[in-house]
């Protein structure tokens, strides 16, 4: 299983991004999403979409962030608008492979996002 980022860079704030992740070596999923990262703090749960089902957002980004998954392309996107400083972090997305699995199967190599003026 492979994770291919990409789409992270420099915004201002109030700017918008847009993050794909393509999955490779997968026969279907169960759910693709996004956690982000601090240097020296946990990873952090951003949003996740299920394959069949509806999308999910941590409060923290709700109404700014939206996830959404091509199915046929294997690819999870998260859309960032009105960027924040404090959405600075390393982006990095995962794919869960089973309805069964407690933890991410595969992660991304992690694409950063900086949010300056």
């Known amino acids: 299983v492979q994770l291919v980022e990409s789409g992270g860079g420099l915004v201002q704030p109030g700017e918008s991004l847009r993050l794909a992740c393509t999955a490779s070596g997968i026969f279907g999923f169960y759910a693709m999403g996004w956690y982000r990262q601090a240097p020296g703090k946990q990873r952090d749960l951003v949003a996740w979409?299920?394959?069949?089902?509806?999308?999910n957002v941590t409060d923290s980004v709700k109404g700014r962030f939206t996830i959404s998954i091509d199915l046929a392309q294997d690819t999870v996107y998260l859309q960032m608008h009105n960027l924040k400083p404090e959405d600075t972090d390393v982006y990095y997305c995962?794919?869960?492979?089973?309805?069964?699995?407690?933890?991410?199967?595969?992660w991304g190599q992690g694409t950063q996002v900086t949010v300056s003026a």
């Open positions: 995962y794919v869960n492979l089973h309805e069964s699995s407690t933890l991410p199967d595969a």
């Open positions: 979409a299920p394959s069949i089902g509806s999308t």
